[in-house]
């Protein structure tokens, strides 16, 4: 399996590098916008924070154990942290992206239950608030707390997996469908019957289309990609739970849980088609202005 982990290496080192950048500049733009900034915005924002947290403190151990099929450093307090910052941070990035999903048939339709200050408290800072720090709380719980005990493997990426996952059947169980399935399923029917709604409109000829058309652009491109990279281990996952299959764990183990992380490595750059005026925001370039010449 050397050639897989060597592909995987220039796979996550080719996204990271450049991904990275694009963060910075996605933060430099929101930087320049602060006061202009909407409530559709937060959630770019939070996506983008997280991703950049992701290829700034994840992505170069994996990238490390890809190029050395090796854990550095090897100690089991790196091992249990690892755990549980990989486990948390993508557990934020599904959350967050899932309420987010929900929260965008609220500012499309029902932009009125966003006008008072405490609306805004009840119906958006809070959900997004609760999405981001359960996953982290949650994993803190059962990876860090757990009193079973963990057996850790330096030559598996992430030093294998916490030991809650083999001795408690129950809460392995609850864990993927609660914390994998449920926002996965949210942000997919979420996102559809957003579409499916905004076309409805359309047709009806109602006037606010063009707002609600652009609102949901927003959303649908970095949906589309967690759908993409989240269905086949979601799926795979759901399979495993009810048969036994080696070759399926084989598949899940080596490909599926990778996918996951062209997310982070991805996302940032679908977010910039979402923010408009990026280009004259960051660089400051204007379209060009053509001028008669005249004698």
Known sequence: MSWLLQ???WLL?????PSTICSILVFIYFF???NRLTLDHHLTLILVTVCFIQLTTNFPFIIIYNHF???VPTTDSFCLWWNWWEYG???VLLFAMAWGSIERHLLVFHRGMMITRKQRILFHLLPISLACLYPLLLYFIVVILNPCQNYWHYNEVFCGIPCYL???PILATYDFIADIVFPVLVIASA??????RVVLQKRQHNVAWRRQRKLTRQLIGIAIIYILFWFPLTLGGLVLTFTSSSD???IQVNYFFFFVHFIPGLLPFTSITSLSDFKKTVFGKQGTIVTPFTL
């Open 248 to 250: 399926l764990l084989s």
């Open 166 to 168: 083999i001795d408690y």
């Open 69 to 71: 099929n090796w854990v």
């Open 13 to 17: 080192l080719t996204l990271a590098i």
């Open 191 to 196: 996102n559809v019957s957003l579409i499916i």
């Open 89 to 91: 941070l993508n557990g």
């Open 7 to 9: 592909v995987k290496f």
């Open 32 to 34: 320049r916008r602060w």
